[in-house]
Each structure stands twice: as C-alpha cells, then as structure tokens.
C-alpha cells in the first residue's frame, strides 16, 4: 500500500471564527489554490462536524482506507472491473466489498439483481 492524500486537492480549514476578506485573501494565496467552495468570499461551504470528526477518527485510527466513488443507492452505475465491466445498472446496495446492481428489461418490466465489487462501480 502507497500513503496518499484521503481527498486528492482538497485542503481543509478548521475556522474559530468567520473569516474576514484579509483572512480569506490569505488563503486563496495559498499555492497550488484553484478556488475556495462556496457561494461567496463570507460564505465558504461547511462541512458537517460530524464528517469531519469521522473522518479524523478514521485518520488517528490508522486504518487501511480505499478510495471509494460517490455513488448513492437507486443512482445508475457503471461496472468498471471483472468480467461485468461496461454493465449498466441501477446500484440497489452500496458496500466498498459487496454491491448490489439492478439490470432491467424494461420492455418486459422485469429485473434481475447481480452482486458486485463496490469498487468497480462508479456513476453512469
């Protein structure tokens, strides 16, 4: 296994108090900055405290983590890996081991189930 960044590109500000436009002309000098997100200078987006301590608890617990893609359930996915890749389907059940993948006739208004590798899945 390879050390890399959890979130490729993102850098994260833990802020005390609301930033004023210094501060935040500060920041955006910072190199290799392509934007800040949000909708505004003196209103950057907010990630939950919850995800964040989530997200430090896994950190601290130094346990083996895999990128993963976004997906959520009743989205269409692709198939990436295995002898399925290229499949389309609707992602019934979403686990970084085990998915579960709908494929549809829709002409015959039937449906089957197909277990895959969460990981070889991404957005259609």
Do not use: C
Not at 9 to 32: C, N, Q
Not at 61 to 79: H, M, N, S, T
């Amino acid at each position: 296994m390879i050390p890399t960044p959890m979130f490729p590109g993102y850098l994260f500000l833990r802020l005390r108090h609301a930033m004023d436009k210094p501060e935040y002309v500060e920041v955006i000098k910072v190199r290799g900055l392509v934007r800040v997100l949000g909708e505004r200078w003196d209103r950057p987006a907010v990630v939950p405290n919850e995800e964040m301590q989530a997200i430090e608890k896994v950190t601290a617990a130094r346990q083996p983590v895999l990128p993963f893609p976004y997906l959520k359930e009743g989205q269409r996915a692709r198939i990436t890996g295995g002898p399925l890749a290229g499949v389309e389907g609707i992602l019934v059940e979403a686990r970084p081991r085990q998915g579960l993948l709908v494929l549809s006739l829709h002409l015959l208004q039937r449906s089957v189930a197909v277990v895959v590798d969460g990981t070889d899945v991404v957005p259609a």
